[in-house]
């Protein structure tokens, strides 16, 4: 059986300029400068700008793009993973009111923050102190409010506010980092413009791709531990509440929300502009 090899190369003395087409995954000044300075479409969450977010849920539903373009901004993780269940319920009955509780795993402060609860974790259990340089406190068996991102709030509110409530929208965010490895879970309470039906929502978010519904209980570790999909459970309606729904969503954030969205994205550039 044939080798397959992958050849690697210093990005920091990479030429650029032979590159139509760069994808960054992570927040980098002086590699997102020199792109845009030799003529390289940079594509990224991580850009800083007060340009609405790109997410396309399949490769058939292209944003408005033009030539002239240098950088386009994704949607991050956590906006990637709300949004196709969102935009879902919102096109029966349009959405007045947002509120969710994101419950943010140690992958959303990248291998640092993977390391910090590792040793911690280990420390704890040998009776050692902790050191915390990631996170403003022990994270290894604790919880740790934040305040939750200013942009993500926006966004939802830029998105889900495209029709006659885009002034009266109210999105309402908590955010908490839990002492998990990896996912992102989030409690989910939708407020409607009128009386929905449950067995239609129940319906149309199960036809969603990548999208599952499941009855019983559900968690990072045994649900979406390397997955594309993401998962919903404890969908319920109050009976005297008919304009409104909950749900508990299990993602993969950095598979299931980046990566499905930065494939997205290449592959209607590659085949529609480059």
């Known amino acids: 059986m044939p080798v397959a090899t992958l050849g690697v190369q210093d990005q920091d003395g990479f030429d650029l300029s032979e590159c139509a087409l760069l994808l960054m995954p992570e927040t980098d000044t002086d590699l ?21 977010p790109i997410f396309m849920p399949d490769v058939h539903s292209p944003p408005a793009l033009s030539y002239n373009q240098t950088s386009l901004r ?38 640092a923050g993977l390391d910090e609860l590792a040793t911690q974790t280990v420390n704890l259990f040998n009776s050692k ?58 409690a989910v309470q939708i407020y409607f413009d009128a009386k929905i039906s449950f067995e239609d929502c129940k319906n149309r978010l199960s036809r969603l791709d990548k999208v599952t519904i499941k009855d019983g209980l559900v968690s990072p570790i045994s649900d979406c531990n390397q997955s594309f999909s993401c998962i919903i459970s404890l969908l319920e309606q109050t009976p005297d509440q008919p304009s409104e729904l909950h749900f508990w969503m299990i993602t993969d954030p950095m598979r299931y929300g980046l990566a499905n969205n930065y494939v997205n994205v290449t592959d209607f550039l590659l085949e529609s502009f480059l």
């Open 74 to 111: 994704l949607a991050g993780p956590e906006l990637s993973s709300l949004l196709p269940v969102l935009l879902e319920l919102n096109r029966e009955h349009a959405i007045v009111r947002l509120n969710a509780t994101l419950l943010r795993s140690a992958e959303f402060s990248g291998k």
């Open 32 to 52: 997102a400068t020199a792109a845009m300075a030799q003529g390289c479409l940079l594509v990224s969450h991580a850009i800083t700008s007060d340009t609405a």
């Open 129 to 186: 102190d902790v050191e915390s340089r990631i996170y403003p406190q022990q994270i290894a068996f604790n919880l740790l409010p934040e305040t939750p991102d200013p942009v993500l709030v926006t966004d939802l509110r830029g998105i889900l506010g495209n029709n006659s409530y885009s002034e009266t929208l109210s999105v309402t965010l908590q955010s908490v980092n839990v002492p998990v490895f990896h996912g992102l879970m989030v």
